[in-house]
Each structure stands twice: as structure tokens, then as C-alpha cells.
């Protein structure tokens, strides 16, 4: 297996623009995490998945942030409209259903000016 | 508020010497904890996993120790090489949600002088 596999690497875009980041989980895990992660606030979890379902959002900043997993093997996540505060990495990270596995991916860059 | 914190935030030390990281969490009903390095760049990797139950995990020269009655975490890393020098973060999970939802501590940047 590739492991998780996050797409694109680096993500430069204009504020007010939509960003969408693309995240393959590895195959057979059951949860799927997204994740910021910031010099100033470190890593956050975002939004979970179980099954496809999403399970907390509580993590999600505002309502520009979205989330989907339309199957097993996709997941993204999307901004609209992007700000320059929305610059960070973003992670995605997937797991199975025991406590052990967690996996991320390489991350996306993401640089909103 | 469940928190994790890590000190030092960064340590710098020469090539061989056994070094000890720490983290420390305000919420002691953890359901497990995990300890992650990261490299620059890139995402992060597992390294060890401690069940709430367990005392101590051992992987090669790392040890990680738990202690939930006072809410920490050691992370023993043995005859330090320069391949170690990457952030080293700590993360908890809690009953009463998805068991393998982590929070986060900020990291201990680990550079290792030749």
C-alpha cells in the first residue's frame, strides 16, 4: 500500500479563491482524519470520518470549511472563500477500527496571500 | 479543557547522550497515548502506542513511559544519533468519542550534534 496519499503538495492561491485538498486513505481503515497544523496553534483535528459518515466537525473554524467523503477511498476538504489566516498545513491521517495504525499522509501546504 | 503540553519546546544535544522528552496532559482519563516523530516537510510517524493500562512501551532505543495519576509522559530515547533530530509530539486519546481521536501537544524540537 502507498499509505495515505494527499494531493497537492503545495497549494498557493489568492484570498477569496476556493481551495480544495484531496486526500486517498489507505485501503480497509475505517477512520479518516483531517488536520491543521500551525506554528501557532500546532495540530488540530479539523473533522473525522467513520464508515464514509462524518462523525465530529467541532474542529472545523468556521462555515468556509467543508468536508466530504463521498467513498471509501476519497476524501476532501475544502475552502471557500480562502483568507491568508487559512495558510497552514493540512493534514489527513487515516486509521482502522482498533486503537493502532494511525497513518498520515505527507500533508498539503496551503499559502492563501 | 483536555490539553497537552510538551517541554522542552526544543533540546539540543551531542551525538550518544541519552535524552528524555516530556508531556503532560490535564485530563488523566486517557484512553491511550502515542508518541509521533516528524520530520521537516513531512507528516508524522508513529512511534510508540500506550495503553492506558500499560506502564511502558520499548521500541529499539526508545522507551515510552505513562503515568496517568499524575498526567505524564517520558519519552527515553537511548545513545542519541543525528538520524533522531525531527520534532517529537505526544498525543492523547480520551473515552466518550472515537478512542483513536488524538489531541495534540506542540512538539520538542530534537537536534542532534555530531
Known amino acids: 500500500d502507498a499509505g495515505v496519499i494527499q494531493s497537492p503538495r503545495h497549494e498557493v492561491t489568492e484570498m477569496g479563491q476556493e481551495v480544495t485538498l484531496r486526500c486517498k486513505p489507505i485501503?480497509?481503515?475505517?477512520?479518516l482524519f483531517w488536520y491543521r497544523q500551525t506554528m501557532m496553534r500546532g495540530l488540530e483535528l479539523l473533522i473525522y470520518?467513520?464508515?464514509?459518515?462524518?462523525?465530529?466537525d467541532s474542529g472545523m473554524p468556521e462555515d468556509r470549511f467543508s468536508a466530504k467523503m463521498p467513498n471509501a477511498s476519497f476524501s476532501t476538504l475544502k475552502i471557500q472563500p480562502s483568507e491568508p489566516r487559512d495558510s497552514a498545513v493540512y493534514f489527513c491521517?487515516?486509521?482502522?477500527?482498533?486503537?493502532?495504525?494511525?497513518?498520515f499522509g505527507s500533508g498539503t501546504r496551503l499559502t492563501v496571500v | 479543557k483536555q490539553e497537552v503540553t510538551q517541554i522542552p519546546a526544543a533540546l539540543s544535544v551531542p551525538e550518544g547522550e541519552n535524552l528524555v522528552l516530556n508531556c503532560s496532559f490535564t485530563?488523566?482519563?486517557?484512553?491511550?497515548l502515542q508518541w509521533f516523530r516528524q520530520d521537516p516537510g513531512k507528516g508524522l510517524t508513529s512511534l510508540l502506542l500506550?495503553?492506558?493500562?500499560?506502564r511502558e512501551q520499548t521500541s529499539g532505543r526508545l522507551n515510552a513511559s505513562l503515568d496517568k495519576s499524575s498526567g505524564r509522559s517520558t519519552l527515553y530515547i537511548a545513545a542519541s544519533q543525528p538520524g533522531d533530530s525531527a520534532t517529537y509530539l505526544c498525543?492523547?486519546?480520551?473515552?466518550?468519542?472515537?478512542?483513536?481521536?488524538?489531541?495534540f501537544g506542540t512538539g520538542t524540537l530534537l537536534a542532534v550534534q555530531p
Open positions: 491521517a487515516s486509521s482502522p477500527a482498533s486503537d493502532y495504525g494511525y497513518t
Open positions: 485530563d488523566s482519563a486517557i484512553y491511550n
Open positions: 485501503s480497509g481503515h475505517d477512520y
Open positions: 498525543a492523547v486519546s480520551y473515552y466518550g468519542g472515537a478512542t483513536n481521536k488524538l489531541i
Open positions: 470520518f467513520n464508515n464514509n459518515v462524518p462523525i465530529d
Open positions: 500506550i495503553q492506558s493500562s500499560q
